[in-house]
C-alpha cells in the first residue's frame, strides 16, 4: 500500500502544479509592483522546471518557510537554511548557493575586520538568525536592532551607529538607492567569514520533485547557466560573495578527483618502478646462481679429470 500511494503521489505531483512559497528577500526572491514573483533564486528555480518537465505555482508567503509547509499551504519553500532539523514530514536537498554577509562602514580606516567592532554597535534587523551570526563575528559588539534596512542605512550614516551588518547582496542594494541623507556618506563593505547555506525544502511526499530539481541546478551550473543568471543580479562579480555554492562546491568535488587521480597515478608508478626493481634484482639473482652452478660444475668436471689422471694403469 505504501508503494502505491507514493506511486499515485508522484503521478499527482507530476500532473499539478507544485505550490512553491517564496517570501520579501531581495534580489534572490520577492514580488515586484505587479505583484509577480520576481529575483535571482525564482529565475533560476523557473529554468530548473523548465528543463524537468514541472510546473510551479508560486506562493506569495512573507512568513516563516518551515510554516508555510507544516501548514500544507505550500509544497515547495524556495529558500531552506541546510543547517536547521527539518520537522518530520519535511525534506531539505543539498545546498546550492550561500548567503553571505557583511558589514557596511563609513570609516573602513577604523574597520577591517570583524573584530575591530569590539565595544562598537552595530546596526541589524531584529532577526534571531542575523542575531546569532553577529555573535559569532563579533561577540562583544553592542548590537541595536531597527525595524527596516533603510532606518539602520541613515542610522549608520547618522553616526549613531559604527557599522551594519546584513547579506552582501542587500547592502550593495541599500548603497545604490541609498537615502537623501546619506549621499554624501561613503560607504565600504567589510567581508564576513559568515556564509549560510541554503537549498530547498519540501513535503515528504514532494521529496522526488525536489531532487529533479536540485540535479537540474547542479546541471546549469556546470555549463554555466547559472552564472549566466546570476550576472542579471550580482553586482559586483569579482566579490567572492557573489560565488554561487554549487559551483563552490563542485569545484571542490572536481579537485579532490583530481588530487585522489594523481594519488593512484603517483602510487601506480611507485608500484610499477619496485615491481620492475623487484624483477630485475630477481634475474641478476638467478644470472649468479647459474654462474655460480657452472663454476661448480666446471669444479667437480676439473676434480674428475684429475682424479682419472692420477690412478694408477
Known amino acids: 500500500m505504501v508503494f502505491v500511494s507514493l506511486i499515485a503521489s508522484s503521478i499527482y505531483s507530476s500532473a499539478q502544479p507544485l505550490r512553491i512559497g517564496y517570501g520579501n528577500f531581495p534580489p534572490y526572491n520577492f514580488r515586484n509592483a505587479s505583484n509577480q514573483p520576481v529575483g535571482f533564486q525564482i529565475e ?39 543547517r536547521i532539523t527539518p520537522e518530520q514530514g519535511i525534506a531539505l536537498s543539498k545546498p546550492w548557493w550561500g548567503l553571505h554577509k557583511s558589514f557596511l562602514v563609513t570609516r573602513p580606516a577604523d574597520f577591517r575586520k570583524p573584530s575591530d567592532f569590539r565595544s562598537r554597535t552595530l546596526a541589524s534587523l531584529s532577526s534571531s538568525s542575523i542575531l546569532r551570526e553577529i555573535g559569532k563575528e563579533s561577540p562583544a559588539a553592542s548590537i541595536a536592532t531597527f525595524p527596516s534596512r533603510a532606518i539602520a542605512l541613515q542610522a549608520l550614516c547618522r553616526g549613531q551607529v559604527d557599522g551594519y551588518f546584513d547579506s552582501t547582496a542587500e547592502l550593495i542594494q ?3 538607492s541609498r537615502p537623501p541623507d546619506c549621499q554624501t556618506s561613503s560607504l565600504h563593505l567589510i567581508p564576513a567569514r559568515t556564509t549560510t547555506p541554503f537549498g530547498l525544502a519540501a513535503r515528504s511526499m514532494h521529496e522526488s520533485s525536489m531532487q529533479r530539481l536540485r540535479s537540474e541546478i547542479d546541471a546549469m551550473s556546470i555549463d554555466g547557466t547559472l552564472m549566466e543568471i546570476a550576472s542579471h543580479y550580482m553586482l559586483f562579480a569579482d566579490l567572492e560573495s557573489y560565488v554561487s555554492y554549487s559551483q563552490t562546491q563542485n569545484l571542490l568535488r572536481r579537485n579532490t578527483l583530481i588530487y585522489i587521480a594523481t594519488g593512484l597515478c603517483i602510487i601506480s608508478l611507485l608500484a610499477a618502478y ?22 661448480n660444475r666446471s669444479k667437480r668436471e676439473f676434480l674428475t679429470m684429475i682424479a682419472t689422471s692420477s690412478a694408477p694403469p
Open 44 to 82: 533560476i528555480l523557473n529554468q530548473a522546471a523548465r528543463r524537468s518537465g514541472i510546473a510551479l505555482d508560486w506562493t506569495y508567503s512573507p512568513g516563516v518557510g518551515m510554516a508555510c509547509l507544516s501548514s500544507n499551504a505550500c509544497d515547495l519553500w524556495a529558500q531552506a537554511s541546510t
Open 174 to 176: 541599500l548603497s545604490l
Open 274 to 295: 619496485f615491481v620492475y626493481r623487484l624483477k630485475l634484482s630477481n634475474l641478476r639473482l638467478a644470472e649468479a646462481l647459474d654462474r655460480a652452478e657452472a663454476s
